[in-house]
């Protein structure tokens, strides 16, 4: 996985939260730990005093970073707006490579982390992982994933499907049959096609 960008201000604020949630609850467990007449030895007493809230933010962010940042209510009331992306996705893809005259069937799968990613791409005849990413979610209607890739076809393609690396930006979109992402990709020198990909979530 690698890292990924979003534009808006949600990671500073969330880190701002944490940062002061570290320090409360530092000072809560100082003074709960004092209350119960248990003083730490002098060798741990470094663990308890404010600077044991950098522990406290490890964990706090190990959280967030892994689980916390998926909760619906979060979403609702807009502290975070990154939308969940995994999973696997199926679906078309498109090329100018034929024209636009076939069809090919492809599997799509996103493995997310707050501020982690990869997009994996496979169809029959090659496949692709993303190394770098953004996510928009204030510059479109639609939260839209944009990210590189490096292409690999497999070993019986012609000599033509060359390694090759390209961007692709798909947009999500939400229906009562479920989330979609659509839209298109095309790729650099060497290359030089374009297309159409529409993928639905299928777990």
């Given at each position: ?16 939260v944490?940062v ?75 090329s ?23 997009v ?16 928009y ?27 090759h ?11 009562a049959?479920?989330k ?24």
């Amino acid at each position: 996985m690698h890292p990924y960008g979003i534009d808006s201000n949600e990671r500073r604020n969330v880190l701002i939260v944490l940062v002061i949630l570290s320090l409360l609850k530092s000072e809560l467990f100082g003074r709960a730990l004092a209350a119960q007449g248990w003083l730490p030895p002098a060798p741990l007493d470094w663990l308890f005093d404010p600077a044991s809230a950098a522990a406290w933010f490890a964990a706090l962010f190990y959280l967030f970073e892994n689980y916390v940042w998926r909760w619906t209510l979060l979403h609702r009331v807009k502290f975070v707006q990154l939308p969940d992306l995994n999973g696997r996705w199926t679906g078309t893809l498109r090329s100018s490579y034929d024209d636009f005259t076939k069809t090919h069937d492809i599997d799509l799968t996103v493995k997310q982390s707050w501020t982690r990613l990869i997009v994996e791409l496979t169809t029959a005849q090659s496949s692709s992982k993303s190394d770098t990413g953004s996510v928009y979610v204030n510059r479109a209607a639609e939260p839209t994933l944009v990210y590189t890739y490096l292409n690999t076809p497999s070993p019986s393609q012609l000599a033509t499907m060359a390694i090759h690396t390209g961007t692709t930006q798909l947009e999500l979109r939400g229906s009562a049959q479920g989330k979609r992402l659509r839209g298109h990709y095309y790729n650099g020198r060497g290359r030089g096609n374009y297309g159409e990909i529409d993928v639905a979530k299928s777990d």
